[in-house]
């Protein structure tokens, strides 16, 4: 399949069956902005509940916090954003439109002209006002990360959760960025979610831990479904590595357009700690009582994008395959990222059928995300969930009312398989095993 013939069925089939709309359509849209639908929203939530029970809840080191987005212009005075955070930005003098210069090498994607204006810097953070009064004295900014609020909050996560180094703080949150030339769906755009972890280490620990960290993120995205060859570790050079990096490592994704990265992994020593120790007066260290030594801990940041990680496990999975003449759309989604896990299909829109299927709607919603849908032929139900990534469907028919058994059709095989009422966590849950393998 062509990329971008790939990359066009991704954003048919995912404003088509409820997963991202466009953003204020019904005004003519605006730039860059998607919201989620139905699918969208639970798939999403899926992808951070993923990560979340991973880095924070499977772990004795780490904890969690939810920092807030409005935050004090200090923050980023001392972090270096007000600074630092900018893009180099050019006009082209023809067509008028905007890029970043580093993006285009010379030439306007929009007219191919090459009368471009010298490039100059960009800061891409949002800034507003807070309170009845705009002055310079109210401005505020809506966070272009989430790691600053982790930083911040070092020394009241480290007496509050007893926690030593090595320990870290994990944050899932939405940040902003002015983006000059947001593009490629929901890859790049000015609003957008995190899934962000600070891991505070000994400085002599700090390497050790930044191979472990990158190593781990690689594994959690192979766990859940992408192939490896659609994956890569890319170490930065020396000379593209940010101001406050001693190493960092991008995990990238073979999307239509070719790798681009989902995640970032960085040693950051103890550049943020310093930076807000001295910018606020308050000491942001740790004080060993093994060695009777202070010091201020080195940070290793895994950093990755939940939207990006959604859209990548969306292309990951996108699956055609010809069956009886037609076309067979299927999304092989991880049952753990799937928005839907099981489909509850009453054979026919029958008062017994939905009766029996209701109850057992009622009996699997609390352990499974279900579904339940009784309109058109039970095969065109099945091609619906197919596409949608359904793991399971489960079809209560007329033989059901007299044996209290149910037929479960898995998604990738199509098998199916008569199973007890009675059993059918335990049937679910067998297949779920299998997918995971």
Known sequence: MANQDLMEKIVSLAKRRGFIYPSAEIYGGFRSTYDYGPLGVAMLRNVKNAWWHEMV????????????????????????????????????????????????????????????????????????????????????????????????????????????????????????????????????????????????VPPDQATQWFEYWYNERFAWYRKYGIPESMLRLRHHEKEELSHYSAGTVDIEFDFPWGFGELEGIANRTDFDLKAHQSGSGEKLEYFDQTTNSRYVPYVIEPAAGATRAMMAFLIASYDEEELEGETRVVLRLHPNIAPVQVAILPLMRKPQLSELAESIFDRLSGTFLCDYDDTQSIGKRYRRQDEVGTPVCLTVDFDSLEDNQVTLRSRDSMEQIRVPIDGLVEAVETIFAAFSR
């Not at 180099?88 to 003098?93: G, H, K, S």
């Not at 009241?156 to 949150?173: E, M, W």
Request: hydrophobic share 35%.
């Open 57 to 200: 809840e499977r772990r004795r080191d780490v904890v969690g916090l939810d920092a807030s987005i409005l935050s004090t212009p200090k923050i980023w005075e001392a972090s270096g954003h007000l600074e630092n955070f900018t893009d180099p930005l050019v006009d082209c003098r023809k067509c008028k439109e905007r890029w970043r210069a580093d993006h285009i090498d010379g030439v306007c994607p929009n007219c191919g002209s090459t009368d471009l204006t010298p490039a100059r810097a960009f800061n891409m953070m949002f800034k507003t006002h807070a309170g009845p009064v705009e002055s310079d004295a109210s401005v505020a900014y809506l966070r272009p990360e989430t790691a600053q609020g982790m930083f911040i909050n070092f020394a009241n996560v480290l007496t509050t959760s007893r926690k030593k180094p090595p320990f870290g703080i994990a944050q899932v949150g939405k940040s902003f960025r002015n983006e000059i030339t947001p593009g490629n769906f929901v890859f790049r755009t000015r609003e957008f979610e995190q899934m962000e972890m600070e891991f505070f």
